[in-house]
């Protein structure tokens, strides 16, 4: 479980596919940037881009995790070498939750339609999957690359969101273009909800 506040933004050092009979994902080795690894063991999760990895091997400000076939279909910015990746250990129950409760279970990627300045911010408006905009809501929170934000406004499949300055030095949101794919996640008290009704009505 995480929280959506972003602790540090880091690299995508290599990519190694994943070639055997139960597995064919790839192995990727992450520079940690200014991460703090030193509570950090084998066998924890760390979210990358809002993706829930697990760390299967540590060295001097690095980590490397696997990642299947499945997640690579779902997500986007995990199978390029050079790519900045926004990261964030997993919660801890004695932590702040800061921002909101996110899983790092990426629902699907978005596409990035705008992102104009509004005063010392930028307003970045992405546009959704039909099959998720029913989970996002005026006030509600989302997470875009891991990041936790709060929606503005909604139009059509399209969401809009602020970048403040704080958000955009420390997360790689500043570094995003018209048409880039983000991993999108939405908040999971709405997908409850959603399902919750769902199951009522049918039962209705």
């Given at each position: 479980?995480?929280t959506?506040?972003?602790?540090?933004?880091?690299?995508?050092?290599?990519?190694?596919?994943?070639?055997t009979?139960?597995?064919?994902?790839?192995?990727?080795?992450?520079?940690?940037?200014?991460?703090d690894?030193?509570d950090?063991?084998?066998?924890?999760?760390?979210?990358?881009?809002?993706v829930?990895?697990?760390?299967?091997a540590l060295?001097?400000?690095?980590?490397?995790?696997?990642v299947?076939q499945?997640?690579?279909?779902?997500t986007?910015g995990l199978?390029?070498?050079?790519?900045?990746?926004?990261l964030?250990k997993?919660?801890?129950?004695?932590?702040?939750?800061?921002?909101h409760?996110?899983?790092?279970?990426?629902?699907?990627?978005?596409?990035v339609v705008?992102?104009v300045p509004?005063?010392?911010s930028?307003?970045?408006?992405?546009?959704?999957?039909e099959?998720?905009?029913?989970?996002?809501t005026?006030?509600?929170?989302?997470?875009?690359n891991?990041v936790?934000?709060?929606?503005n406004k909604?139009?059509?499949?399209?969401?809009?969101?602020?970048l403040?300055?704080h958000?955009?030095?420390?997360t790689n949101?500043?570094?995003?273009?018209?048409?880039a794919?983000?991993?999108?996640?939405?908040d999971m008290?709405a997908?409850?909800?959603?399902?919750l009704?769902n199951?009522?009505?049918?039962?209705?």
């Amino acid at each position: 479980m995480f929280t959506g506040i972003i602790q540090a933004v880091g690299e995508v050092t290599s990519v190694c596919s994943i070639d055997t009979q139960c597995n064919t994902g790839l192995t990727l080795g992450i520079s940690a940037g200014t991460l703090d690894l030193s509570d950090v063991k084998q066998g924890d999760s760390i979210a990358v881009n809002g993706v829930c990895l697990t760390v299967t091997a540590l060295s001097a400000g690095a980590f490397t995790v696997d990642v299947s076939q499945e997640t690579l279909n779902c997500t986007q910015g995990l199978d390029q070498a050079g790519s900045r990746v926004n990261l964030e250990k997993a919660l801890r129950l004695s932590d702040r939750l800061g921002g909101h409760l996110v899983s790092g279970h990426v629902d699907a990627t978005g596409i990035v339609v705008k992102c104009v300045p509004a005063g010392e911010s930028y307003e970045l408006i992405v546009r959704a999957p039909e099959t998720l905009m029913r989970y996002i809501t005026p006030k509600g929170s989302i997470t875009v690359n891991g990041v936790s934000l709060t929606v503005n406004k909604i139009e059509g499949h399209e969401f809009s969101v602020n970048l403040i300055p704080h958000t955009l030095a420390m997360t790689n949101l500043k570094e995003l273009k018209l048409e880039a794919r983000v991993n999108l996640e939405t908040d999971m008290l709405a997908r409850y909800v959603a399902r919750l009704l769902n199951i009522q009505g049918n039962a209705d």
